[in-house]
């Protein structure tokens, strides 16, 4: 099992890995700064604090995203935007891959993850600026 697992995080973690094989194209920073400062979209800022003075109340519950990009792979900073609980199984951090296991999910919503593929695409690669 231990193996198995091990190939799957080398899969994730690899630059070019599983969430951007799916992505038709490299992240765009810009657009993954958009998403980390949305309060609809990513709500990054509901746990983390990140260097966008424009956003305020920005959370302190998480790491802050300051420096993210020096701490952290490209892979590293991809498999905790899929599945979080893969370093921390306690983690409050949600899998913005998954699709299931969720309680009480909006059928709207149900079978649908919380970002696309290409949007935790554009969120690592804004990460990866903050060095």
């Given at each position: ?54 956003e ?21 900073l ?28 909006a ?25």
């Open positions: 099992m231990a193996a198995s697992l091990g190939a799957a995080f080398a899969l994730l973690l690899a630059p070019g890995g599983a969430a951007a094989q799916q992505a038709d194209e490299p992240g765009d920073p810009a657009r993954g700064r958009a998403i980390v400062a949305s309060r609809q979209a990513g709500l990054c800022l509901l746990c983390h604090a990140a260097p966008i003075a424009e305020r109340f920005q959370g302190n519950l998480a790491p802050d995203l300051a420096g993210a990009g020096k701490r952290w792979s490209e892979g590293e991809r498999l905790r935007m899929m599945d979080a609980a893969a370093f921390n199984p306690d983690t409050i951090m949600p899998s913005y891959a998954r699709t299931e296991g969720f309680n009480r999910v059928p709207a919503l149900a079978g649908k993850p919380l970002l696309t593929p290409r949007q935790i695409e554009d969120v690592v690669a804004y990460l990866r600026t903050l060095q």
